[in-house]
Structure formats: C-alpha cells, structure tokens
C-alpha cells in the first residue's frame, strides 16, 4: 500500500520550482560574501552580517507561511529563545560552535511544543495563539530575573575573531556560514517529497489526507524546521549585537518578518533574500531621513509605517510579492 | 479573605473592559470572518485623539465623545478603505491585512506623538471605597462596570429590536440572500465595523488608566487578554465573550494578586492554549472539534 501511495504521489505531484542546484547557490553564495567582506567598508559588512542573519529566519519562515500556509507570530519570541539559549552557553562555557548548535536545538524543541498546538489551529486561531507566545516574551524575563536578567538581559562572553580578519568579516562570515547551510538545506527539503507534502496540505488538506499525507505530521515537521531556523538566527543576532534583552525581540519584530516574507513572495527563498536585504536596508535609509529632517520620532516610526503601508498593499494589490508580479500566488485551500 | 475578594472585585472590572472589547472583536468576526488584530491599535489612536482634545479643552468628556466618534470614522474608513478589498480565498489574508495596519497606526502615533509613555488620566477616583472595612470597589469601577454594561444592552436591544439590527445579522449570516432580499450588504459591513471600533475604542479608554499608560503599543497585552476572552467564548458569541472576559479578568486579578503581575501574561498563553487544544469551540459550546476556518 505505501509502495503505491509514493508512486501516485510522486506522479501527480506539484511541479517544483526548477532551478539552479542548490550546491551551486551555495557556492556561488560563500564566494560573493567573501568577495563583499574584503570590499565593503566595516558597517555595510556589519549589515552584511545583519542581513544574512535575517536570512535564516525569512528562509525558515517563508517556508512555514508560505509552502505550508501556517501564519506564525511567534517566530520573534522563538528568535528570542535562541538568543538567550545561546547568552547562557556562552557565558557558562564559551564554545561558539556548540552553543549555536545548542541554541538551534533548544529553539526546535519549544518550536515542537508549539507547532503541537498549531497543527490542531487554523487562520486566525493559529494567529492569535503564536502572537501571544511573542507577547509573553518580556513577562518570562522579568519572572525568571535570575536567569534572564529581567529587561536588562545579557550579555555574551564571545572570544576574539581571529588576528587576520576584523570583527565585521568575521561576523558576517559567521552569519553567512549559518545562512547559506540554511537556505541550502531548506531548498533540499521543499525540493524534494517533504515538500511536496507541504505544497499538497497547505493546497487542500482533505485531499491530501486522501493521498495519504499525514497533515498534522507535516505541519509540525514544517513548523520544527523553521523554529530551528528562527533559533539559529536569534543566535547569530545574540553573536552580532553581542549582548540579549528582551527589548531586541518586540512583537514588531515578529510582524517585519511576516512583512519581508510577504513582499518578497510567500513560499520562495529568493523572496526570503529580498525581504531579508529590506529588513536592513529600510530602517537604514529612514534613520537617514529622520537625521536629514533632525527629528528623532520620525527615525524608528518612519520603518514601522513604511512597513505597514508595503504589507497592506502587497497583500491588496499583489499577494504574490515583489519576486512573483508576473505570476500571482496559487490560491491556498479554504472550507 | 479581604484580598480575595478586594482581588474578585477588581477582576470584574478588569474583565468586563476584556469582554467590550471581545465583544468588539466578536462583532467583526461574525460579520466578515475577519479577526480584527488591528483592533488594539485603532483603540490606542482613538485614545491619543480623545487625550488631545481634552488636553486642549480640559474636559475628559468631550475626549470621551470624540474618542467614540473617532472609533466610529476609523473603523467605518478601515473598512470602505482596506478590509473590503482583502481576498477571502485564504484565511491568512486578513490576518496579514490587519497586522499591516498595526503597523501602520504604531507608525504614525509614534511619529505624531513619540513612543513615550503618556500619563493616562481616569475620570473618577481609582481609590477603592471600603464596604464594612473591607476595599473593594472604586469610583472607576463602578463607572466601567456602567459603561460596559450600557453596551452590552445598547447592542442588543439594537440587534435584537430593531431593523437595522435585522438587517446587520441577514447581512452576517447570509450576504447573497440578504442582497437578493434588498438589504445593502455593504453598509452593513461598514456599520458593523464601525460600532466594532467604537465599542473598542471604548474599552481603550476604560483601560488605559488602569495600565501604564498612553503608548503606541499599550494595547498589545490587551488585545491578546480579550482574544483569549473571545475564544473562550466561543468568537461566535456575543454573550460568551462578555463571559470570557469576566473569566479572563478574574484569573489576570487573582494569578497578579497572588504571584506577581510579570506572570500574568504567561497565564493568559496557558488559558489560550488549553481552551484552544481542549475546546477550541469555547468553553460554552458542546461540541469540540478543531477549527477549520
């Protein structure tokens, strides 16, 4: 019977997006990183790094959302747990490698706990659930004072980056390192059946249920990858900022995720690239502006509505994104 | 004893700001199967409103009437503008729609007023009067339980009693019919949308006094005690959200009172996932199964 079941699916299966190999993006992707951290100046390295350490949680996320179309807010407090998973590592024992590992594994972990509960929720239950989990995250801090530090939080004990590169290259080789791997294992997996899966739920879960799909176990599957993801990147930001609180995962953080994974195109990682370059790229040039205007409340707000304004359009005008104009976004199954 | 029920007291009140804005919540969700998650941030842009114009006149009322007012004009414009144009075919777009517009309001509060916290003035006294040497209840609560319920009975009598009650639940329950039957489906919504907010925008400024204050974000724990209120209710059902949300307000007062007010949203999380994993129809309903909407 299961013999069968992969043939028909395999079959009738969704065409993938037909693309260059990801070992080549992969490639291509650590050449032109070095290539920009020996030719840029210190802070668009710096940027660098922020962007590939975005790209980590956009990638992970857009796979969720838009391959699996379960919406979660939570993906900031889940990049808060990696965050802090890895503060605590550090400062206890100072292995990098192994702490970020540990943070990627602590992240799935409650990313497990919470896809349990999303599996059995649908739109805006899903919603309203994963929105409160990244609301709750201050309240957990300043219980737990004694291990998170309340709103102060922590900061992390990092060793020197080696004598031949500056602290910059470093972090964005670091930050690349973990977003390449990500991307590049994320384009396997989707390419391949686990994907198919994902594409066949998100389009009609009767159906694929039919097809022999089992539902809840792709979408807790889907929701754990991505949770590992959103960990490794509150990683890398714990790495780049050096230092944890609580006031670096707001529920806006979580809300620009959903904006950058929605510009740039649910469900594809070149639209987690773009949304990820914009992530950075924004707030920079309204800080510039709200300097050139001399006017403080204009610099942070100026993103937050800019952000607004691009999601709500986006999701009217186009709802496919900036990297799908020409093709707009399959319709997502409803009952 | 005494704090148990000092603590029962003002659970109540709390709670029965939570249920006007579940209610609010539930009254969109009826109509357009859209689960407003802008509704905290339109309360709070009402509130600056109505905190400006009592500034400058001095009086609290008429930054009250106006908060109302302004809470009538957002949301009818929130609906002729953006949410009639969402795509239906997935759930998820009118979450995202409304998630932008949260954006966008934090955005421009934030530009117009800055993100610091504003002191957030109550009308009455919020000193607890004692009733056989025991405190319980306050001025403030006794007006927020009058206002609340003012609303609760306003809006039924107006979905019960009258014709453009009627037509605002045909328009909900059965769009295509009601447009054959001659009922502008349209102006329904808008209506529906526009009450919504205005019952929002009223439960903002029951209980911005109470919080920490005027901020672009002051909402945000607000709004995720009354969707718990709202989906222990049901989301269905306007009584069952007027319920959720003396439960909701009881359990915030007592888990506060008793462990420490930074557990209280983490509690909130807890009853969330129960409800939604045990009930998901709400506490109120009979049957259990998961939600498919």
């Not at chain 1, 930001?237 to 995962?249: D, W």
Request: proline content about 4%; hydrophobic content about 55%; some cysteine.
């Amino acid at each position: 019977m299961t013999v069968v079941r992969d043939r028909v699916t395999t079959r009738l299966a969704v065409p993938t997006m037909r693309k260059q190999s990801p070992l080549i993006i992969l490639v291509l992707g650590a050449i032109a990183v070095v290539a920009l951290t020996y030719t840029l100046p210190p802070f668009r390295t710096y940027q660098l790094a922020t962007v590939g350490a975005y790209l980590c949680v956009t990638a992970g996320l857009t796979v969720l959302t838009g391959l699996n179309g379960q919406l979660s807010l939570g993906h900031g407090a889940l990049m808060a747990t990696g965050a802090y998973t890895l503060a605590l590592w550090q400062n206890k024992f100072n292995l990098l490698v192994v702490g970020i590992i540990v943070a990627i594994l602590v992240t799935t972990a409650v990313g497990a706990v919470i896809g349990l509960a999303a599996a059995r929720l649908r739109g805006p239950y899903l919603a309203g659930l994963t929105l409160a989990v990244a609301v709750v995250v201050p309240s957990i801090t300043s219980t737990f004072d004694g291990t998170f530090n309340s709103d102060q939080g922590l900061s992390v004990v990092l060793n020197p980056p080696p004598e031949s590169m500056t602290v910059e290259q470093w972090q964005a080789w670091v930050c690349w390192g973990g977003a390449l791997l990500t991307v590049f294992t994320l384009a396997l997996l989707t390419r391949g059946r686990f994907g198919r899966d994902m594409r066949a739920v998100r389009d009609d879960e009767t159906a694929a249920r039919l097809a022999g799909i089992s539902v809840a176990r792709t979408q807790v599957t889907a929701f754990v990858v991505s949770a590992a993801c959103a960990g490794l990147a509150g990683a890398l930001f714990a790495v780049i900022a050096q230092s944890v609180s609580p006031g670096a995962f707001p529920l806006t953080l979580s809300l620009f995720l959903l904006m950058a994974i929605v510009i740039g195109g649910l469900g594809r990682l070149t639209g987690a690239l773009i949304g990820a370059l914009l992530l950075v790229a924004l707030p920079a040039v309204a800080h510039e502006i709200g300097e050139a205007a001399g006017s403080q409340r204009l610099e942070g707000n100026l993103a937050l509505t800019f952000f607004g304004v691009v999601l709500v359009v986006v999701m009217l005008a186009a709802p496919g994104g900036l990297a799908s104009l020409r093709i707009p976004l399959k319709k997502k199954g409803q009952r | 004893m005494d704090r148990f029920l000092f603590l029962t007291f003002d659970g109540l009140s709390r709670g029965a700001v939570y249920a006007a804005f579940a209610l609010a919540l539930v009254l969109i969700w009826r109509a357009t199967r859209i689960v407003n998650f802008a509704q905290g941030a339109m309360a709070v842009a009402t509130a600056y409103v109505a905190y400006s114009v009592a500034d400058a006149t001095g009086s609290y009322w008429l930054g009250f009437i106006v908060a109302l007012l302004a809470g009538l004009l957002l949301g009818a414009g929130v609906e002729r503008v953006v949410m009639r144009f969402v795509d239906h075919s997935s759930p998820l777009n009118g979450v995202v729609v409304a998630l932008g517009l949260v954006l966008i309001i934090q955005g421009v509060l934030g530009m117009i007023y800055g993100n610091e916290f504003r002191p957030a003035t109550a009308p009455f006294s919020r000193d607890a009067f004692e009733i056989g040497g025991v405190a319980l209840l306050s001025r403030y609560d006794l007006f927020v339980f009058a206002a609340v319920g003012a609303v609760v009975v306003l809006l039924t009598l107006l979905f019960t009693r009258t014709p453009t009650g009627l037509r605002m639940r045909a328009a909900a329950f059965a769009p295509d019919v009601s447009r054959l039957l001659g009922v502008p489906v349209g102006g329904m919504l808008t209506l529906g949308w526009a009450l919504a907010a205005a019952v929002g925008s009223l439960a903002g400024m029951l209980v911005l006094p109470t919080e920490l204050g005027l901020n672009p974000t002051a909402m945000d724990i607000v709004f995720i005690s009354a969707f718990t209120a709202a989906v222990v209710g049901g989301l269905d059902s306007p009584i069952g959200s007027v319920l959720g949300g003396l439960i909701v307000g009881l359990l915030l007062s007592y888990i506060s009172g008793y462990l420490g007010a930074t557990v209280a949203p983490m509690a909130v999380l807890a009853l969330l996932v129960v409800v939604l994993l045990s009930r998901p129809d709400g506490l109120f309903s009979r049957s259990s199964k998961a939600r498919t909407a």
